[in-house]
């Protein structure tokens, strides 16, 4: 809205229908203004309706100029409502079969045209699309369409119906869509069998299975349509499952079937599918069970072998059969490793190649230089009870091999042997190969004294004070480690001296050559020593006079 004033304006304002539908006003300034009003044209007017539009605008002198109105009639911008009567979402229908669709449609304005479009949802395929125009218009309208279910949808397809309607101001309005299932009328049969027909030899421990063409329906498997029983007699007792997806079931007998017998898988009509079409026909087949194994599961290696020596920490002990063993049968008692006192070290065990193997891990290390013996009873079995043989399937009542962990000990200095306080001290340490170290640090009561990363592992340090080594003995160490990070180590004692002055000549004196020997320590604050002349300088030492 605009307005002009040759004083100044201070208000505009606008009614609509003489504001039974809005009024509004709006504060102005200056000769000129201008202002935007809005307003809701009322939902439940009727069409061509007329609206009445009145301006005025106020100057600051109170004087009122109105503006001629302005005359507007109410246009329809919606589109018609529709909907689709019958049929409802999720009906059956048959391949070929000609269904009867049923759209209704209104609108203010009068209904002038209804289409209906039906496709396969999955992938928009047309099947129809028709359009009705009515004459005269009219409102609520309604149409009946007929169209054809393809004679190639798949079962379970699903056909998409969408309609529409034109009204008279040409607004288009949509119907929400409804689905039609293709109903599934075809059978089910069985595609395949585990066990296959004929076959012989099976396992004691086998499971019978049946895959079918379809999805079958898990409440319609059960003891009476799906059995393995032996030929000529009463079905065993089994589970039944279903895989995931529905098109295969499998019987898991709870126990082992007979030896040298013949089965037979079954499967009745009354196993459906997920539409309750029941199977094509009864489905049958056969199998025969291996003869009774009566041969025991033969050693084919037991590592260690017996006499070993100079293997690592974690040695491998390993048994390996040509059968798979029931693991149950496996035990401390009936595979162990033992200490030179033959008792039981704890151990993990490890069941590999399915079974036909058998790993001791021991729980902690073996110790360098040690015997150990590995042995296996007979008390291992495999599934069948049968007790196991070596290799030429003769019984033993236990096999034992024994074996040794490397050694690992400190070669120089001597073990008892005296060493000089700060003075030089070269130390060695051999291990055997089997041990695998990389390393060796040797320690001085403990503490780290030098290392060496390479055999022979050889150092050369400096023998640490007395007062470092809180006594006159030095307990020499060597710690050894592996790529695995293992570690190992070995220890002497060496005694400790305090170093003498040499003798020399000075005047009418003579130094003489005397030893110090740490006896041991008091209450913890002082050292009692003792003081005594060398033999080597002459004189009487027999008395050791302190």
Known sequence: MNASDDVALAQLALTVNDGAVASRVAIVTGASAQATFQFTVPADAALGAPLTLRASATDTLGVVGIALPMALSIHDTRGPIVSIGSPVANTLVARDEDVTVFVRAEDPSGIRQITLRTSLCATGATISNEVRALSPTVSPASASFVFRVPASAAANAEICLDARALDVPANLGFGAPVRL??????????????PADGATNVSRSASASVSFSEPVAAATLSPATFTLARVGGAPVAAVVTLAPGGRSATLVPVAPLDADTEFQIAVETGVTDLAGNALAAPFTSHFTTQPADTRGPRLLELVPADGTSGLGLLPLLRARFDEALLLTSVTPESFSLRDAADAPLPTTLESQDGGQTLVLHPVALLVPGAQYSLVLRSLVTDAAGNAATDAAGNAFGALRRGFSVGAFAITAPAAGGRVIEGGPIHAEAVADAGLGLVAVTFLANGVPLAS??????????????????????????????????????????????????QASEQGALKCLPFQVEYLGAERGDYQIIEVWTSSEAGLDNSGRQP
């Open 181 to 194: 299932r293709v109903r599934d009328t075809e059978l089910p049969f069985v595609t395949g069998v585990t």
């Open 452 to 501: 060496d990363g390479a055999a022979p592992f050889a150092v050369d340090a400096m023998v640490p004070s007395i007062g470092t080594l809180g006594g006159n003995v030095l307990r020499l160490g060597a710690q050894g480690s592996s790529a695995g990070g293992a570690a190992t180590a070995a220890e002497v004692e060496l005694r400790v001296e305090l170093p003498g002055p």
